[in-house]
């Protein structure tokens, strides 16, 4: 193992370097620096390289597991990447030909061993990663080590990137590597502009798994627009849109959380679907089948013919969402009443529902009271509940222990 | 028929304002709802009272078991209860007496977490808090007020929870709880960001006495986003290369910024010695 990180063994000249060339040249007292650069780069990696820890300043927090202690940084990986690799990124240091910026030489064939071998050399300019590195969450390769993900000369890649991003991000992250290949359902944002960097920043957040934002911010920079499209093609909703036009928000959707019902990396159900969900407005009941809907609420609700407890939807006693729900043929599913992101109407009751082949829409006709509702017309003539409770027996709660004064 | 129309509208909108939102308004209990203490039997034997009345902030969590969710958002907690150890609040998880008490207490205590597991009788509590998704954390205030009913989230779940107890034990402010609940976006880059590291590359060519790239930098800086410091820096450079009437007019520049820019006071005072 060699490292640039202390002394390149390739010459600091842009834009003209020659690997196998410049390592013919290298003397043998390059390579007794270069060794003396490798046993101080080896201790400083073993032992971490950390950003210095400023007073008052919470430090972030960092997930160890997936990182080794150890990055291995290879002469090859931080070389000046040749012409004939057509860079599209240089560090201005080395583009205006300053080694000596960085390195402790000024001659651009041979600078010389680097002024400093952890990221203090990078922070030295770049200042405004003290702040970022010592946010709420951090990443560690970025604390350990710039190096470990970006070139300081030149790179094919934006930003200096020793890789795609993807590549780079996978080589780490082995499970999301299996995750994202076996993915029946494939989600473009992996794959599209910035690829992990559309929603990840690879330095530090304020969000779990260095996002951004909050997941549905996120999601919306990209489905928050008319012209979005699936995989094959068709139209999505403009999820912004539905959202400022309904102000009955499911809960994750008010929790601003997408991902707990899609999987944002790619997953085996349609349209992402963390779980199983009927695609359909009739599937027969199968407790299976609503996996993604049980994940949260309960399954009971559906399955007792009787409560008082676990649904307002109810006449009296009679649980109306088993009534629905619960049948051999043509159970309703969750999407025949509700809208699972956004309503008009309480309870994520739909306003209108499909009808026929031509696209129809009858509506629903919901109306709420002060204990329950109705529906006309269009399932069914009208029909109207009354959730107050039948049963003398009031909930123990109430009676138990009075209210603190 | 209009007078018709108006009264029932008026009777509609007083039944509603009585007894709508508390009867069967919206799917969960709202901010505000005051909530009853009782005493509810524990798993682990005896019983334990849903609220106290030394805390300053109470935090039920509804959870069930054999279910991701309600093992992800235990394990939330759990961390949460051993950082807040010894600070007012009082916790309390609650499970359905329709599941199996073994399994919920088996996956409470693999959780990690310490509080007493309360049995739910009848769904009566699931009922009053309509509750309709399980897993939940509802924070309720030292007058017994519901103040947050936190669904279940994959992202950031504890530091909203977090946010909520802190809040109420007035550790932080009401800024600070929105920063909680809605993070700051974490940009990767920045036009100011990038003009500052140009400075500061500047600064070092500068002192490498490599003018002319120094000035260059300069100039992309000022571009990216002007600053006092920029303009100082520009002055600075122009001095060392001898041009005082240049550099004197950056100097001005970068005061008319800042007035306080010790570069920019210095540098005038030395360019203008030297004219004279």
């Not at chain 2, 800024?175 to 993070?183: E, G, M, R, V």
Request: aromatic fraction near 6%.
């Amino acid at each position: 193992m060699s490292t640039h990180l202390i002394c390149p063994s390739a010459a600091c000249t842009p834009r003209s370097f020659s690997l196998p060339a410049n390592r013919r040249t290298t003397n043998t007292l390059f390579r007794g620096f270069c060794l003396a650069g490798i046993l101080l780069l080896s201790s400083t990696l073993l032992f971490g390289t950390e950003v210095p820890k400023r007073k008052g300043v919470v430090q972030p927090t960092v997930h160890a597991a997936i990182h080794p202690v150890v990055v291995k940084i290879s002469d090859s990986r931080v070389a000046p990447v040749p012409a004939s690799e057509k860079p599209v990124s240089y560090h201005a240091p080395f583009d205006s030909g300053d080694c000596s910026i960085c390195h402790q030489g000024g001659d651009t064939q041979k600078p010389g061993p680097v002024k400093n071998v952890n990221n203090e050399l990078c922070l030295g300019c770049h200042d405004d990663f003290h702040q970022t590195l010592t946010r709420k969450f951090s990443h560690p390769p970025a604390q350990k080590n710039c190096l470990n993900c970006h070139n300081p000369h030149n790179s094919a890649q934006q930003h200096l990137l020793l890789e795609e991003p993807t590549k780079l991000c996978l080589g780490c992250h082995n499970q999301m590597k299996m995750a994202v290949s076996q993915a029946k359902v494939k989600h473009a944002a992996l794959t599209q502009g910035d690829k992990c960097l559309n929603c990840h920043n690879a330095h530090g957040a304020n969000v779990e798994h260095l996002l951004q934002q909050l997941p549905m911010q996120l999601c919306l920079t990209c489905h928050g627009k008319d012209d979005a499209v699936d995989h094959a093609g068709k139209k999505l909703t403009n999820m912004k849109q539905l959202l400022a036009d309904n102000p009955n928000h499911h809960a994750p959707v008010a929790a601003e959380d997408c991902s707990a019902c899609h999987k944002t990396h790619g997953g085996s159900n349609f349209r992402l679907l963390t779980n199983d969900y009927p695609a359909s407005f009739y599937s027969p009941y199968d407790a299976k089948n609503y996996a993604l809907c049980f994940s949260c609420h309960e399954e009971k609700v559906f399955t007792a013919a009787q409560t008082e407890e676990l649904t307002q939807f109810r006449d009296g006693s009679r649980n109306l969402h088993y009534l629905h729900v619960n049948k051999t043929e043509m159970g309703r599913s969750c999407r025949a009443c509700h809208e699972v992101h956004a309503s008009q109407q309480d309870h994520h009751i739909r306003d209108s529902v499909p009808y026929g082949s031509k696209g129809w829409m009858l509506k629903v006709n919901f109306v709420k009271s002060p204990t329950g509702g109705s529906c006309s017309r269009t399932c069914h003539a009208t029909k109207t509940y009354n959730n107050t409770r039948t049963s003398a027996a009031e909930p123990a709660a109430a009676a138990a222990a009075p209210a603190k004064p | 028929m209009p007078t018709r129309t108006f009264i029932r509208g008026a009777f509609l909108l007083l039944a509603w304002m009585l007894f709508g939102p508390g009867v069967c308004g919206l799917t969960h209990a709202q901010p505000g709802t005051l909530v009853q203490d009782r005493e509810m039997p524990s798993l682990a034997g005896g019983s334990a009272h849903l609220l106290s009345a030394s805390s300053s902030a109470e935090v039920i969590v509804y959870f069930r078991p054999g279910q991701d969710y309600s093992s992800l958002t235990l394990k939330e907690v759990a961390a949460l209860e051993k950082e807040l150890t010894g600070k007012p609040v009082h916790w309390i998880a609650v499970v359905s007496d329709r599941y199996d008490g073994a399994a919920a207490l088996a996956m409470a205590r693999q959780a990690g977490i310490a509080m007493p597991v309360v049995v739910d009788a009848g769904d009566h509590l699931y009922g009053e808090l309509g509750a309709a998704q399980v897993p939940v954390v509802v924070l309720v205030d030292q007058n017994y007020r519901l103040v947050a009913y936190e669904s279940f989230r994959k992202v950031n779940y504890a530091a909203v929870v977090r946010a909520r107890i802190q809040y109420l034990l007035k550790e932080i402010n009401d800024t600070q709880l929105a920063a909680a609940l809605n993070p700051p976006v974490a940009l990767t880059d920045s036009e100011e960001a990038a003009g500052s590291r140009r400075l500061l590359l500047a600064a070092k060519l500068l002192e490498a006495k490599s003018y002319e790239k120094a000035l260059e930098n300069v100039e992309v800086s000022l571009q990216r986003s002007p600053s006092a410091a920029a303009y100082a820096l520009r002055g600075q450079i122009l001095a060392a290369q001898g041009k005082c009437p240049e550099a004197l007019t950056a100097f001005q520049q970068a005061l008319r910024l800042d007035a306080n820019n010790l570069h920019a006071v210095e540098g005038s005072k030395s360019c203008s010695a030297m004219r004279h």
